[in-house]
């Protein structure tokens, strides 16, 4: 079964246009788990321009599913991940200035830098995950940094998609093959949509997990939040 982590980034940027607790983030993760969430995202940045750390503090005592930290693993970040003890920690190769996660990592050149940090996280009792590109010369090295996972990261797939699906959803299909192989845990994310996660899932039925955040609260905004996590899940139960 492959699970649907729900990210409330948007949900906090939302609530950061007026400055008050409306819509409450708190609320809505535990909302989100009571419709059908098997997880909580959240991807706490610098300037906090949605995602705080308090969010994280007080999600991490409520959320009863799986909780996700996504995040570049400045001091910030690990500091943040040994205080929650969340159940995974997914590492992405954002500069502080990112308004999204844009690409994986390039775990050739940082892998003696990653083996570090996955220490340390694991350390902690927390599963990690990194974020990558499919391209499979990462693979190999993601797996000598002793990482749980990887997470492919599925913006040119979702950008491909319409175009032609098989030709867009190949190399995915190439690097999770490579994945199981060799012993990776395998999640997926970024742009992942109502048109295309059935697809992926299909081409990829071991994916372990999909972390869902943008295109899931604009649905939300027609659908329902309650409605369209259960679209969501429908498409991934094959």
């Not at 940045?45 to 400045?74: C, M, W």
Request: glycine content about 6%; overall charge negative; proline content about 5%.
């Amino acid at each position: 079964m492959t699970k649907l982590s729900v990210n409330i980034n948007k949900i906090a940027t939302l609530r950061n246009a007026r400055g008050a607790n409306n819509p409450d983030v708190v609320k809505v993760a535990l909302d989100a788990e009571r419709f059908g969430a098997q997880g909580i995202t959240v991807h706490p940045r610098p300037d906090e321009r949605h995602i705080t750390k308090q969010d994280v503090l007080d999600l991490a005592s409520v959320v009863t599913t799986e909780f996700n930290i996504e995040g570049y693993p400045d001091k910030r970040f690990m500091e943040l991940v040994k205080t929650v003890r969340p159940a995974q920690a997914t590492l992405v190769p954002d500069p502080p200035n990112a308004i999204t996660s844009n690409t994986g990592w390039d775990t050739i050149s940082h892998k003696e830098m990653l083996k570090d940090i996955v220490a340390e996280l694991k350390s902690y009792g927390t599963r990690v995950s990194i974020f990558i590109n499919p391209e499979s010369r990462y693979f190999e090295p993601a797996k000598e940094t002793g990482t749980d996972r990887v997470e492919l990261y599925t913006e040119p797939y979702a950008s491909g998609y319409h175009e032609d699906r098989q030709k867009s959803v190949a190399p995915y299909i190439e690097v999770a093959l490579l994945a199981r192989d060799l012993g990776l845990g395998l999640n997926a994310g970024h742009d992942l949509d109502l048109h295309n996660l059935r697809f992926l899932k299909e081409s990829i039925p071991f994916l372990e997990e999909v972390s869902i955040g943008h295109a899931l609260v604009c649905d939300a905004l027609y659908f329902g939040l309650e409605n369209t996590i259960q679209m969501y899940r429908r498409q991934l139960e094959l």
